[in-house]
């Protein structure tokens, strides 16, 4: 079965700095998806991120990006120049491409950008 | 703009109560799915649907049915409420292999009493 770690239940910076967010996972698979989802306090989960597992150079969507390292299953994330709205739960996520009707998701890391 | 719409933002039920948590989205997808979401948890898959009256056991479905009798629409059914089924629940809907990610609601955060 699938999982997905997220180590850091907690996050702070400061505004403008940079930050990053750990996700590590466990597949037998070798064609994959993974995701960086954002739920901020309104609740409403956003697509932040996405990385084909087949592609080997690293997504990015302006301050965003992320360190997909297949080898060791790890899929950080930055936020560079952090900004008061990325305050936020932040949901790493897996999904293979055989079966996605099957998204898996970490417990969540709860940054904090402080002023 | 794309909406996947929860009916209820909150929802307070008591003990034993069957409760109906309704989500519509707007976008033709064929996939629907609910999630519930609890602190340290993440979000767990209850049930998913891939076609009209069609439906998949998640993780956790004891407790819980769901109903799609439009493409649009898929909801969930709390058959008798308890209060450890007091969480946030999620809707979520995708297009095809969902492989571009899934489009969420607000989520309904249900107390049961």
């Known amino acids: 079965a699938q999982t997905v770690t997220q180590s850091q239940p907690e996050m702070s910076v400061q505004e403008a700095e940079t930050v990053t967010l750990s996700c590590t996972y466990d597949t037998s698979e070798n064609n994959y998806y993974l995701f960086w989802y954002k739920q901020p306090p309104s609740r409403q989960m956003i697509l932040v991120i996405r990385?084909?597992?087949?592609?080997?150079q690293n997504a990015t969507e302006n301050r965003f990006s992320v360190n997909f390292q297949k080898a060791a299953k790890s899929f950080s994330l930055k936020i560079s120049d952090s900004q008061l709205g990325d305050t936020a739960m932040y949901f790493c996520?897996?999904?293979?491409?055989?079966?996605?009707?099957?998204?898996?998701f970490g417990a969540g890391t709860r940054l904090t950008v402080k002023p | 703009d794309v909406k996947v719409t929860q009916s209820s933002r909150y929802l307070v039920k008591r003990t034993g109560e069957k409760v109906f948590l309704e989500c519509v989205q707007d976008m033709d997808h064929e996939n629907m799915f609910w999630y519930r979401q609890d602190p340290g948890l993440g979000l767990r898959l209850i049930y998913f649907s891939y076609d009209v009256k069609m439906k998949e056991k998640g993780d956790i479905p004891e407790g819980y049915s769901v109903s799609r009798e439009k493409k649009e629409r898929f909801s969930l059914i709390l058959e008798s409420a308890s209060t450890n089924q007091t969480s946030m629940y999620l809707c979520?809907?995708?297009f095809g292999g969902g492989n571009y990610g899934y489009t969420f609601g607000s989520g309904t955060r249900l107390t049961v009493v």
């Open positions: 996520a897996f999904m293979t491409h055989y079966n996605n009707n099957d998204m898996r």
């Open positions: 979520a809907s995708s």
């Open positions: 990385q084909e597992a087949y592609k080997q």
